[in-house]
């Protein structure tokens, strides 16, 4: 026997029982409809098939010792950073998701974040529920974002459960590799971005105003018999924060691209025309079907992904039937860059305003 296989066997014995049937995720690419990209204008392709591992054994019911919820958050860091726990009871209450979070929030001594503009679940406000009703025309959380970046501190893993999931290959989620994407842009061009800041805001995607933000689809849901219900008090809304363009993962040390057409408004220092050109060339390259995989939804399902090396988007190629999904947000630091200085906390700008710079908009404007 080999060093090697030997090197490989020893990691197996010593993997807790939890990962050892870890595989793959299915991908069921053939029953896929295609679909546009709300942001390039092009049919939305995942060939990143590498990204995320699918963990059977793992019944989030249960209690995890401190080494096993490391064990998960090491299998997340190397299955670059999307985790998909299959095969869950269909007892699992919300309770039990905010039990698990809480766990994994206390072995990073932080805490779980309830959403900043929308109100929680009845039975656990830490939950977020993202509700889409038959007949939605605008859906929440369709573009490219990594969540809370809007926040002084951002969130680290979010920890979303089906609970009304669609058939097999439609509406899924969308991640993006926003570290295979920093890694694999031209030297030359990761120096421009490495020192470069931008202004991310919640008033872009929750403020009131825009026909197509996340706020226009809560309110859409208003009417139906799961409302999503707007927080009578929202102070995020009136302030936006700086953050690095490329951060620094806290755990790996690797770097990644922070910016997304849902939350950024645009690079410090620059003009706007330039700064929509930079940014727009970031979000097309974060949105190659390279650095793309999508995970598709089988009932009583949990994923789990780590926001510090990810963008992801809520699918919307068949809204024909309702959708709901839980979430459960891990509030993480204030975003460092290469040379470890941080900006979330100390600058603030007023708020930019609802659906600035938006892409749809200027797609259109294009085309006419
Ligand atoms: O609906 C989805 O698939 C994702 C929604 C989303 O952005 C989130 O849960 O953070
Ligand atoms: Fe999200």
């Given at each position: 026997m080999t060093m090697r296989s030997l090197m490989a066997l020893a990691s197996r014995w010593s993997r807790p029982q939890l990962l050892l049937r870890a595989r793959s995720l299915i991908q069921p690419h053939d029953l896929r409809p295609s679909v546009i990209d709300q942001l390039t204008g092009k049919e939305v392709a995942a060939t990143f098939d590498g990204l995320g591992r699918e963990l059977p054994d793992v019944d989030l019911r249960r209690k995890f010792s401190p080494k096993e919820i490391e064990a998960i958050k090491q299998a997340s860091d190397d299955a670059g950073g999307i985790l998909v726990f299959t095969n869950q009871s269909p007892d699992l209450s919300v309770q039990d998701q905010v039990r698990f979070g809480q766990l994994i929030a206390d072995s990073d001594?932080?805490?779980?974040?309830?959403?900043?503009?929308?109100?929680?679940?009845?039975?656990?406000?830490?939950?977020?529920?993202?509700?889409?009703?038959?007949?939605?025309?605008?859906?929440?959380?369709?573009?490219?974002?990594?969540?809370?970046?809007?926040?002084?501190?951002?969130?680290?893993?979010?920890?979303?459960?089906?609970?009304?999931?669609?058939?097999?290959?439609?509406?899924?989620?969308?991640?993006?590799?926003?570290?295979?994407?920093?890694?694999?842009?031209?030297?030359?061009?990761?120096?421009?971005?490495?020192?470069?800041?931008?202004?991310?805001?919640?008033?872009?995607?929750?403020?009131?105003?825009?026909?197509?933000?996340?706020?226009?689809?809560?309110?859409?849901?208003?009417?139906?018999?799961?409302?999503?219900?707007?927080?009578?008090?929202?102070?995020?809304?009136?302030?936006?924060?700086?953050?690095?363009?490329?951060t620094v993962h806290p755990r790996t040390g690797r770097r990644n691209l922070f910016v997304s057409p849902t939350f950024t408004t645009h690079i410090e220092g620059m003009s706007l025309a330039e700064s929509r050109s930079i940014l727009r060339f970031i979000y097309e390259w974060c949105a190659r079907p390279e650095f793309c995989t999508r995970v598709s939804w089988q009932p009583n399902q949990v994923v789990m992904w780590d926001n510090r090396s990810l963008s992801h988007k809520g699918l919307a190629d068949d809204v024909s039937e309702l959708r709901i999904v839980q979430r459960v947000s891990i509030r993480g630091t204030s975003p460092m860059n290469h040379r470890g200085q941080h900006f979330s906390l100390s600058h603030k700008v007023d708020a930019a305003g609802a659906g600035v710079f938006d892409w749809r908009d200027q797609q259109m404007q294009t085309q006419n």
């Open positions: 001594k932080t805490c779980i974040e309830p959403h900043a503009v929308a109100e929680g679940h009845k039975d656990a406000p830490e939950v977020l529920e993202i509700v889409r009703e038959p007949t939605a025309s605008v859906v929440f959380g369709e573009n490219w974002h990594s969540d809370n970046s809007f926040m002084e501190k951002t969130c680290s893993y979010s920890i979303l459960r089906g609970w009304v999931v669609p058939r097999l290959g439609v509406n899924d989620t969308l991640f993006s590799s926003t570290e295979a994407a920093y890694d694999l842009l031209p030297p030359a061009m990761q120096r421009l971005l490495l020192d470069l800041n931008a202004y991310h805001s919640a008033n872009k995607a929750y403020g009131l105003g825009h026909p197509g933000n996340s706020r226009a689809a809560m309110e859409k849901t208003a009417g139906g018999a799961h409302a999503m219900q707007w927080k009578p008090h929202a102070p995020i809304l009136q302030k936006d924060v700086l953050q690095p363009i490329v």
